[in-house]
């Protein structure tokens, strides 16, 4: 089994930046990918960034030029650096990991921007 613990989320202000962190730990093998999603309250979960094994990465429109996903392969973490935040950046900030054919997600963390 592989259990994700998300960090970093808060309150900014617009124009701010936030760092989230994700480690996966537990029976971590064969990682195909790594990725954060994110939730805004009424909308359905939706894709911000992912990243492979070897350090691909790809990110959503609404979020390129702005947000950097970045990983510690020795440590299974991955990261999101946020800047230039929005309000519509305001949503619940999933982790998820690709093992196996397995998706693991963690239990989410709360990004709020404010005006």
């Known amino acids: 089994q592989v259990h994700l613990m998300e960090s970093g989320g808060g309150l900014v202000q617009a124009g701010g930046s936030l760092r989230l962190s994700c480690a996966a730990s537990?029976?971590?093998?064969?990682?195909?990918?790594m990725a954060w999603y994110r939730q805004a309250p009424g909308k359905q979960r939706e894709f911000v960034a992912t990243?492979?094994?070897?350090?691909?990465?790809n990110y959503a429109d609404s979020v390129k030029g702005r947000f950097t996903i970045s990983r510690d392969n020795a440590k299974n973490t991955v990261f999101l650096q946020m800047n230039s935040l929005k309000q519509e950046d305001t949503a619940v900030y999933y982790c998820?990991?690709?093992?196996?054919?397995?998706?693991?997600w963690g239990q989410g963390t709360q990004v709020t921007v404010s005006s």
């Open positions: 998820w990991l690709g093992s196996r054919g397995v998706n693991y």
């Open positions: 990243i492979t094994s070897g350090g691909m990465t």
């Open positions: 537990g029976s971590v093998f064969s990682i195909s990918g």
